[in-house]
Each structure stands twice: as structure tokens, then as C-alpha cells.
């Protein structure tokens, strides 16, 4: 036997290896991580000391397909949780009849206060395209793409008693707390309509029912976004923003162990595309919150070191401690 052939077999046993491993990390990534869905718990000290906790469920990025029943059964069974609030950053369809799947879904938090943006998902149905100019920069809306039922999901989010944040402002009363809501449809394709938040925040403040109560508890400000552009986290904190909702980032969807997410598929810093951090701006701080999302497009439906994700926060007094 020669050198040469040894070293043949050697570089093929080499690609062999690597071909064999690579086909496994796809496997795993297609079959059993993109459906091991998790439940991530985070507590927030936001409220006014004393307060009572309120339990809040983030989901975000459905994406969903009628046929994806075991997604649709593990949502539905969060309402054991029994959430105060429920809070919706979008993308919840992900097929031209995705909404019956959202609908069997999300009937079980019917009653439930709950606030909702909108991605671009909801309204255009996703595409084939090669998955890896995701790695070359955040993905673009280019030509026509079928059109969803947005005014049907609207219809039906609305009748759990949720409310629209789309570019506008809205209030709510949870146990005590007084909570003041601000949100804007998905920046990612510039539905961002950033220049209408501080008129809608001033006609929220000066109509709503605690306006002439002056002995309660100073209201807190939550933003809603889709997708955390930081033009979008900048201007929540300008507008007295103390915890912002996010998603669109799928945490990344593939993620390398030790590294973590090689795209964010927005402008935020990398370490920030999933999980609770904090956002500084103009001298203000706010809780960052970022969810992975439940979903994935049915043309790229693959997740590596980044699980699928639901996220229960528990929002406390700014007295709470751990002892």
C-alpha cells in the first residue's frame, strides 16, 4: 500500500465522518429540536413596591400551519399557568389557513386580558428561498407574496379581548397595577410608524380613567415590537418605556453551542437576540425582553442550540427580593 492511498483513505474516512455528522446535526435540528418546546421563566421588578405580581405569557412567532397539532396542544396547555396577561409580538401564521391552527391554539386563554403587534407574517404567507442569505444580513420582503387574512386573525385576537397595539397606545387595570401599553407594527419592513407614538401616548394619558385618580399607583409603560430594531427600542424609552416585548429573531434558529446565535436578522448586538437584558437610551434603562419564538417557516423548519420557546414572566414590586 502507498503513501499516497493511505492518505486517500484516511481523507475519505475524514469526509465520511464529517458527512455523517452533519447529516445527524440536521436530523436533530429538523425531527426533535424544532418541536422540543420549552417554557422560559423570568421575573421582572417593575411594579410599584407592595404590588401584587402579575403573571404574563410571551408568545411570539407561531408561524403557525394547520397541520402542526403538537405546537397547537402545547400552547393550549400554558393555560394551566392561568396568566394575567397574555402578550402576543406576532408572526402567528405561517400558512394561507394557519389561523384555524391559531385559533385551537389560543382558545384556551379566551377572557384573558392580552395586548398584540403584528409581523410581517401576518400579513404575507411565507416563500420558498435559500435559507442561507439569512446568514448574509437581515431577510428582505422582495416581490408578491401571498396574501393572509390579517382582518380575521384581528377578528379573533380581538375577541379573546385583546387589544391592537399597531402603531398606537392603549391602557389596562391588572390586580392594582395600572399598566400603559405603546406598540408598533414590524420594523422589519417599515411599518414602524414611530413619528405617531408620542400623540398617541399623550391622548392615552390624558383620557384614561385613572387620569383624574391622582392617589393610585403610577402606571407602568410597556412596549410591543415584532422586531427589536434598535430605532424602535430607542424611541420606547424615549416614551418612559420600562419593559419592552420582542421576537422576529427566532434566537437566532441556529445557533452554535459555547457561541450562541451567528445572526439576529435585525440590528440589535448579537448577545441580545434572546432572553432578558436591558436597553440604554438617552440616559434611560428599560428590561429587554426577547422571545426565540414557537415557530419556524415551513421552508426552513430546522432550530440548533436555540429550542423553540414560550416565555412566563412574573412581574414584581421594585421591593422584591429574594431572601
Same mark, same amino acid.
Given at each position: 500500500?502507498?503513501?499516497?492511498?493511505?492518505?486517500?483513505?484516511?481523507?475519505?474516512?475524514?469526509?465520511?465522518?464529517?458527512?455523517?455528522?452533519?447529516?445527524?446535526?440536521?436530523?436533530?435540528?429538523?425531527?426533535?429540536?424544532?418541536?422540543?418546546?420549552?417554557?422560559?421563566?423570568?421575573?421582572?421588578?417593575?411594579?410599584?413596591?407592595?404590588?401584587?405580581?402579575?403573571?404574563?405569557?410571551?408568545?411570539?412567532?407561531?408561524?403557525?400551519?394547520?397541520?402542526?397539532?403538537?405546537?397547537?396542544?402545547?400552547?393550549?396547555?400554558?393555560? $394551566?399557568?392561568? %396568566?394575567?396577561?397574555?402578550? @402576543? /409580538?406576532?408572526?402567528?401564521? *405561517?400558512?394561507? #389557513? +394557519? !389561523?384555524?391552527?391559531?385559533?385551537?391554539?389560543?382558545?384556551?386563554?379566551?377572557?384573558?386580558?392580552?395586548?398584540?403587534?403584528?409581523?410581517?407574517?401576518?400579513?404575507?404567507?411565507?416563500?420558498?428561498?435559500?435559507?442561507?442569505?439569512?446568514?448574509?444580513?437581515?431577510?428582505? $420582503?422582495?416581490? %408578491?407574496?401571498?396574501?393572509? @387574512? /390579517?382582518?380575521?386573525?384581528? *377578528?379573533?385576537? #380581538? +375577541? !379573546?379581548?385583546?387589544?391592537?397595539?399597531?402603531?398606537?397606545?392603549?391602557?389596562?387595570?391588572?390586580?392594582?397595577?395600572?399598566?400603559?401599553?405603546?406598540?408598533?407594527?414590524?420594523?422589519?419592513?417599515?411599518?414602524?410608524?414611530?413619528?405617531?407614538?408620542?400623540?398617541?401616548?399623550?391622548?392615552?394619558?390624558?383620557?384614561?380613567?385613572?387620569?383624574?385618580?391622582?392617589? *393610585?399607583?403610577?402606571?407602568?409603560?410597556?412596549?410591543?415590537?415584532?422586531?427589536?430594531?434598535?430605532?424602535?427600542?430607542?424611541?420606547?424609552?424615549?416614551?418612559?418605556?420600562?419593559?419592552?416585548?420582542?421576537?422576529?429573531?427566532?434566537?437566532?434558529?441556529?445557533?452554535?453551542?459555547?457561541?450562541?446565535?451567528?445572526?439576529?436578522?435585525?440590528?440589535?448586538?448579537?448577545?441580545?437576540?434572546?432572553?432578558?437584558?436591558?436597553?440604554?437610551?438617552?440616559?434611560?434603562?428599560?428590561?429587554?425582553?426577547?422571545?426565540?419564538?414557537?415557530?419556524?417557516?415551513?421552508?426552513?423548519?430546522?432550530?440548533?442550540?436555540?429550542?423553540?420557546?414560550?416565555?412566563?414572566?412574573?412581574?414584581?414590586?421594585?421591593?422584591?427580593?429574594?431572601?
Amino acid at each position: 500500500m502507498t503513501l499516497g492511498s493511505t492518505a486517500g483513505r484516511r481523507a475519505g474516512t475524514a469526509a465520511a465522518v464529517l458527512a455523517a455528522a452533519g447529516l445527524g446535526t440536521l436530523g436533530w435540528g429538523v425531527l426533535v429540536e424544532r418541536n422540543r418546546f420549552t417554557l422560559r421563566r423570568e421575573t421582572v421588578p417593575v411594579l410599584e413596591p407592595g404590588a401584587r405580581p402579575l403573571t404574563v405569557l410571551h408568545l411570539s412567532d407561531l408561524h403557525m400551519a394547520p397541520w402542526q397539532r403538537a405546537k397547537q396542544e402545547w400552547i393550549r396547555g400554558l393555560a $394551566v399557568y392561568e %396568566p394575567d396577561l397574555i402578550v @402576543d /409580538t406576532g408572526d402567528n401564521l *405561517g400558512h394561507r #389557513e +394557519g !389561523l384555524r391552527g391559531v385559533e385551537y391554539a389560543l382558545e384556551p386563554f379566551r377572557g384573558i386580558p392580552g395586548v398584540f403587534v403584528h409581523g410581517s407574517n401576518d400579513y404575507h404567507g411565507p416563500v420558498l428561498k435559500n435559507p442561507f442569505t439569512y446568514f448574509t444580513g437581515p431577510s428582505k $420582503v422582495r416581490g %408578491p407574496r401571498p396574501n393572509l @387574512d /390579517t382582518a380575521a386573525l384581528n *377578528g379573533y385576537l #380581538e +375577541g !379573546l379581548g385583546w387589544l391592537d397595539l399597531n402603531n398606537t397606545a392603549r391602557a389596562m387595570s391588572i390586580k392594582g397595577s395600572r399598566l400603559e401599553f405603546l406598540g408598533v407594527g414590524d420594523a422589519h419592513i417599515g411599518w414602524d410608524h414611530l413619528e405617531k407614538l408620542p400623540g398617541a401616548m399623550d391622548d392615552l394619558r390624558e383620557n384614561v380613567g385613572w387620569a383624574d385618580d391622582p392617589t *393610585g399607583p403610577d402606571p407602568v409603560t410597556i412596549g410591543l415590537t415584532h422586531a427589536p430594531y434598535r430605532r424602535v427600542l430607542d424611541s420606547f424609552l424615549t416614551q418612559g418605556a420600562e419593559l419592552v416585548f420582542a421576537g422576529h429573531t427566532h434566537g437566532g434558529q441556529v445557533c452554535v453551542p459555547g457561541y450562541g446565535a451567528l445572526v439576529t436578522n435585525c440590528d440589535i448586538p448579537r448577545e441580545q437576540v434572546r432572553g432578558l437584558s436591558t436597553w440604554e437610551h438617552a440616559h434611560r434603562i428599560a428590561y429587554l425582553e426577547v422571545s426565540a419564538g414557537l415557530g419556524t417557516s415551513i421552508y426552513a423548519p430546522v432550530r440548533f442550540a436555540c429550542p423553540p420557546e414560550a416565555v412566563l414572566l412574573t412581574l414584581v414590586g421594585s421591593d422584591f427580593s429574594y431572601s
